[in-house]
Protein backbone atom coordinates (compact mmCIF):
# COMPACT_ATOMS: atom_id res chain seq x y z
CA UNK A 1 0.00 0.00 0.00
CA UNK A 2 1.46 3.61 -1.13
CA UNK A 3 1.49 6.22 1.58
CA UNK A 4 0.12 9.02 0.23
CA UNK A 5 0.76 11.67 3.28
CA UNK A 6 4.41 11.09 2.80
CA UNK A 7 4.85 12.49 -1.36
CA UNK A 8 6.42 15.47 -3.14
CA UNK A 9 2.91 16.29 -4.00
CA UNK A 10 1.03 16.39 -0.45
CA UNK A 11 4.28 18.00 0.81
CA UNK A 12 4.02 20.58 -1.75
CA UNK A 13 0.06 21.33 -1.02
CA UNK A 14 0.73 21.80 2.92
CA UNK A 15 3.70 23.91 2.28
CA UNK A 16 1.52 26.51 0.53
CA UNK A 17 -0.94 26.24 2.87
CA UNK A 18 1.12 26.80 5.99
CA UNK A 19 3.22 29.19 3.77
CA UNK A 20 0.03 31.31 2.84
CA UNK A 21 -1.24 30.78 6.36
CA UNK A 22 2.29 32.52 7.92
CA UNK A 23 2.29 34.90 5.48
CA UNK A 24 -1.49 36.14 6.42
CA UNK A 25 -1.09 35.75 10.17
CA UNK A 26 2.27 38.16 10.24
CA UNK A 27 1.12 40.28 7.40
CA UNK A 28 -2.57 40.54 8.67
CA UNK A 29 -2.73 39.52 12.34
CA UNK A 30 -5.70 40.88 13.49
CA UNK A 31 -7.56 40.06 9.99
CA UNK A 32 -6.78 36.25 10.34
CA UNK A 33 -7.20 36.40 13.82
CA UNK A 34 -10.69 37.02 13.45
CA UNK A 35 -11.05 34.55 10.54
CA UNK A 36 -9.51 31.63 12.58
CA UNK A 37 -11.89 32.72 15.29
CA UNK A 38 -14.55 32.50 12.73
CA UNK A 39 -13.88 29.10 11.11
CA UNK A 40 -13.65 27.96 14.72
CA UNK A 41 -17.01 29.34 15.44
CA UNK A 42 -18.38 27.22 11.96
CA UNK A 43 -16.80 24.32 12.80
CA UNK A 44 -18.65 24.30 16.59
CA UNK A 45 -21.80 24.72 14.15
CA UNK A 46 -21.34 21.96 12.24
CA UNK A 47 -20.37 19.75 14.89
CA UNK A 48 -23.89 20.94 16.49
CA UNK A 49 -25.62 20.08 12.83
CA UNK A 50 -23.85 16.57 13.55
CA UNK A 51 -24.71 16.23 17.36
CA UNK A 52 -28.32 16.85 16.48
CA UNK A 53 -28.14 13.92 13.87
CA UNK A 54 -26.86 11.68 15.92
CA UNK A 55 -28.86 12.48 18.57
CA UNK A 56 -32.18 11.84 16.19
CA UNK A 57 -30.51 8.23 14.60
CA UNK A 58 -29.97 7.51 18.97
CA UNK A 59 -32.77 4.81 20.73
CA UNK A 60 -30.79 5.47 23.85
CA UNK A 61 -32.47 7.89 26.04
CA UNK A 62 -29.23 9.14 27.86
CA UNK A 63 -27.20 9.24 25.11
CA UNK A 64 -29.65 11.70 23.67
CA UNK A 65 -29.54 13.84 26.30
CA UNK A 66 -26.05 14.51 26.25
CA UNK A 67 -26.06 14.60 22.38
CA UNK A 68 -28.44 17.45 22.65
CA UNK A 69 -26.49 18.98 25.45
CA UNK A 70 -23.26 18.79 23.55
CA UNK A 71 -25.21 20.48 20.32
CA UNK A 72 -26.21 23.29 22.30
CA UNK A 73 -23.20 24.29 23.53
CA UNK A 74 -21.84 23.85 20.44
CA UNK A 75 -24.55 26.33 18.96
CA UNK A 76 -23.93 28.69 21.42
CA UNK A 77 -20.14 29.21 21.49
CA UNK A 78 -19.98 28.70 17.69
CA UNK A 79 -22.63 31.59 17.46
CA UNK A 80 -20.58 33.52 19.84
CA UNK A 81 -17.34 33.01 18.02
CA UNK A 82 -18.51 33.97 14.36
CA UNK A 83 -20.42 36.68 15.96
CA UNK A 84 -18.35 38.16 18.52
CA UNK A 85 -14.60 37.10 17.31
CA UNK A 86 -12.59 39.90 19.18
CA UNK A 87 -14.14 39.35 22.22
CA UNK A 88 -13.51 35.48 22.01
CA UNK A 89 -9.54 36.32 21.03
CA UNK A 90 -9.42 39.00 23.94
CA UNK A 91 -11.51 36.42 26.58
CA UNK A 92 -8.69 33.22 25.99
CA UNK A 93 -6.18 35.71 25.96
CA UNK A 94 -6.99 36.92 29.69
CA UNK A 95 -7.59 33.07 30.61
CA UNK A 96 -3.92 32.28 29.49
CA UNK A 97 -2.50 35.07 31.15
CA UNK A 98 -4.27 34.19 34.61
CA UNK A 99 -3.41 30.80 33.69
CA UNK A 100 0.70 31.94 33.40
CA UNK A 101 -0.03 33.96 36.57
CA UNK A 102 -0.56 31.22 38.47
CA UNK A 103 1.85 29.03 36.67
CA UNK A 104 4.30 31.82 37.59
CA UNK A 105 3.92 32.11 41.47
CA UNK A 106 3.48 27.97 41.80
CA UNK A 107 7.31 28.05 40.22
CA UNK A 108 8.32 30.97 42.56
CA UNK A 109 7.00 29.37 45.32
CA UNK A 110 8.52 26.29 44.30
CA UNK A 111 11.90 28.31 44.29
CA UNK A 112 11.52 29.37 47.63
CA UNK A 113 10.81 25.49 48.74
CA UNK A 114 14.12 24.30 46.77
CA UNK A 115 15.98 26.87 48.04
CA UNK A 116 15.96 25.67 51.19
CA UNK A 117 16.42 21.66 50.43
CA UNK A 118 19.39 22.76 47.58
CA UNK A 119 21.14 25.78 46.54
CA UNK A 120 19.56 28.24 45.25
CA UNK A 121 17.87 27.77 41.62
CA UNK A 122 18.14 31.43 39.97
CA UNK A 123 16.84 29.84 36.64
CA UNK A 124 13.57 28.95 38.21
CA UNK A 125 13.44 31.93 39.51
CA UNK A 126 14.16 34.06 36.54
CA UNK A 127 12.12 31.87 34.19
CA UNK A 128 8.81 31.82 37.30
CA UNK A 129 9.02 35.70 37.13
CA UNK A 130 9.53 35.85 33.12
CA UNK A 131 6.28 33.81 33.42
CA UNK A 132 4.59 36.41 35.71
CA UNK A 133 5.53 39.44 33.66
CA UNK A 134 4.32 37.87 30.36
CA UNK A 135 1.19 37.01 32.31
CA UNK A 136 1.03 40.60 33.30
CA UNK A 137 1.63 41.92 29.89
CA UNK A 138 -0.95 39.77 28.71
CA UNK A 139 -3.59 40.83 31.00
CA UNK A 140 -2.74 43.93 30.52
CA UNK A 141 -3.25 44.16 26.77
CA UNK A 142 -4.83 40.63 25.23
CA UNK A 143 -5.40 41.89 21.49
CA UNK A 144 -1.95 43.10 21.34
CA UNK A 145 -0.46 39.78 22.73
CA UNK A 146 -2.80 37.94 20.65
CA UNK A 147 -1.44 39.61 17.33
CA UNK A 148 1.95 39.12 18.44
CA UNK A 149 1.10 35.53 19.25
CA UNK A 150 -0.20 35.29 16.12
CA UNK A 151 2.68 36.46 14.15
CA UNK A 152 4.91 34.47 15.61
CA UNK A 153 2.52 31.26 14.79
CA UNK A 154 3.18 32.75 11.38
CA UNK A 155 6.68 32.83 11.56
CA UNK A 156 6.32 29.34 12.81
CA UNK A 157 4.11 27.89 9.85
CA UNK A 158 6.45 30.00 7.18
CA UNK A 159 9.46 27.87 8.59
CA UNK A 160 6.93 24.67 8.32
CA UNK A 161 6.32 25.45 4.66
CA UNK A 162 9.87 25.95 3.91
CA UNK A 163 10.26 22.86 5.73
CA UNK A 164 7.69 20.79 3.56
CA UNK A 165 9.37 22.30 0.34
CA UNK A 166 12.77 20.72 0.92
CA UNK A 167 11.46 17.14 1.86
CA UNK A 168 9.11 17.96 -1.87
CA UNK A 169 12.85 18.48 -3.25
CA UNK A 170 13.90 15.41 -1.22
CA UNK A 171 10.97 13.23 -2.20
CA UNK A 172 11.52 14.32 -5.97
CA UNK A 173 15.39 13.88 -6.13
CA UNK A 174 15.23 10.31 -4.38
CA UNK A 175 12.57 9.52 -6.98
CA UNK A 176 14.57 10.07 -10.04
CA UNK A 177 17.76 8.35 -8.37
CA UNK A 178 16.18 4.97 -7.89
Known amino acids: MKNSFFTSKSSIIRAIIALIIGILAIALPSITLEYLIITIGLLLLLGCVLFIIMAIRTQIKNERNILIVQSIINLVLGLLFIFFPNPVASIFIILLSIILIILGVFLLSSAFFIR ?32 AVLIFLGIILLIYGAGELYNAWIFKKSKKNK
Not at 124 to 146: E, H, K, R
Open 116 to 147: RLFRWPWFTLIISILVIISGIVMLINPFDTAR
